[in-house]
């Protein structure tokens, strides 16, 4: 089993729905990182949170220590926000990250 | 800043041969990583390094060497190309946050084919 598991694998939607992609891992972190990877290929950061919530536009985070998981959470869905959504976590005490399998998104306009 | 830049993009190489993927920054970050990610497979860790001179293997470090002689630059050296190393390769880095990596800074990826 992996240490972070991400559901859905895939997930196709319409343009302006509310996504919510899922992260649980199944041991101690420090950090939680969400990437988005596009379909070019690049990966850039859109998160990196240890309690609580954050927004940054219309992408919001949210972890719960105790249940060991995470979500992001999409508001008003956009074609251009099909992409790979991609969960990692830093292990407590260790200097690297272990990565989720993706889950990849498409939004039909 | 150019952030984080990987050459070359594109890569074929025969069985046996070797070859350097070089990867720099210039944030000034302490650590850089290797990653492969293959299909279905997700980003796995090749080697990381949590400043100059120091390096630590990850989770798929067979057939591949790294240093870290600088701050700016962390090359892979692949020794002897195997068909099971084609794979697209991602550099990142990441300034220390606490007592580990922060935010990760990802270069624009290398697609190695090995025949």
């Known amino acids: 089993k992996n240490e972070v598991e991400q559901s859905p694998q895939n997930l196709t939607a319409q343009e302006g729905e509310f996504i919510t992609i899922n992260c649980s891992y199944s041991?101690?972190?420090?950090?939680l990182h969400w990437l988005q990877q596009h379909p070019g290929g690049g990966i850039v950061s859109l998160f990196m949170l240890s309690s609580g919530k954050k927004k940054h536009g219309r992408l919001i985070a949210t972890i719960n220590i105790q249940e060991k998981h995470s979500s992001l959470h999409i508001t008003a869905s956009h074609p251009r926000d099909s992409a790979v959504y991609i969960c990692?976590?830093?292990?407590?005490?260790?200097?690297?990250?272990?990565f989720g399998q993706g889950t990849r998104l498409t939004i039909n306009p | 800043n150019a952030g984080v830049t990987q050459t070359p993009k594109f890569q074929v190489l025969k069985t046996g041969q070797s070859m350097t993927l070089q990867c720099a920054q210039d944030m000034n970050h302490e650590y850089m990583s290797w990653y492969r990610q293959d299909p279905g497979m997700g980003l796995r860790l090749i080697h990381y390094s949590v400043g100059a001179g120091i390096t630590d293997q990850g989770e798929v470090p067979n057939g591949y060497n790294v240093s870290r002689s600088t701050t700016e630059d962390f090359p892979l050296r692949l020794l002897s190309a195997a068909p099971s190393q084609t794979s697209v390769y991602f550099c990142a880095s990441n300034k220390r946050q606490g007592a580990g990596p922060g935010e990760q800074y990802f270069g624009p990826g290398t697609r190695l084919t090995v025949t």
């Open positions: 990692a976590v830093r292990i407590q005490g260790a200097q690297k990250l272990v």
């Open positions: 041991v101690g972190i420090s950090a």
